[in-house]
């Protein structure tokens, strides 16, 4: 019975981390605007000032463009942290990943990022749900 009660713990700690792993737009709104949408593609606007963190969330592959200067934290669902960041003006292709971004930096963080829809993503259009 004991071995029961721990192993169904495991099992709701691991369904808290994929429950919270949501659409950036949905949870984070004052961060994440939509400002186009296709079958294919999502872009999202990203604006983070100061110092400001966000909540967990999940993107599927995208590609971002920075606006701005970033210097980021990234906390991950596992538990493990990464800091990085991008200059004016570069893009970089970024895989699946779920996280809790914060701005680690003294200035506003802007970007844009391209969302790559596949089954599975969290901004799948209605149009495309029925193919």
Known sequence: MRRFFLLLVLVCLGC??????????KVDPKHYTIVSENDQVRVL???YGPHEKSVMHSHPGAVIVFLSDAKMKF????GKTQDAGGKTGESMFTP????LPENTGDK????????????ASPGKSAAAKKK
């Open 108 to 119: 506003a963080m802007d970007g844009i990022l391209v969302e790559i829809k596949t089954k």
């Open 45 to 47: 606007k990203v604006h």
């Open 16 to 25: 808290t981390a994929m429950v919270s792993a949501q659409d950036a737009v």
């Open 96 to 99: 699946p990943v779920t996280h």
């Open 75 to 78: 906390n991950f669902a596992d």
